[in-house]
């Protein structure tokens, strides 16, 4: 077990000036924070337990047009579904 690699995990990530957009264009908007300041507390905290669990956190950028893009190419809402499977999608394509 010793010799496993670090298990990758991607947190989703989001830039102060995209955070309005975002929450705008997201179906289940309500599941997300109201200010991008209560955001990034959150998403640090979770970025902090997940490196003291010994994972790899690597911080997946949304941009609302790539997103939009690539929520409409799948055929999928943008909601949490939604971004869960394309920062899994980015994730297994970042480098460890």
Known sequence: MANEPTR??????????????????????????????SWLAAAENNESVGRDAGLHVN???????????????????PDSAARRDYVAEKNSRAEP
């Not at 830039?15 to 705008?24: G, K, N, S, V």
């Not at 599941?31 to 300041?37: G, S, V």
């Not at 911080?59 to 609302?64: A, Q, T, V, Y």
Request: net charge negative; proline share 8%; with cysteine.
């Open 8 to 37: 990758q995990i991607g947190l989703p990530w989001y830039r102060r000036e995209d955070y309005p957009r975002i929450r705008e264009m997201m179906a289940d908007r309500h599941n997300l924070a109201p200010t991008y300041e």
């Open 59 to 77: 911080r997946i950028l949304i941009e609302p047009e790539a997103f939009a893009r690539w929520c409409a190419a799948q055929g999928v809402e």
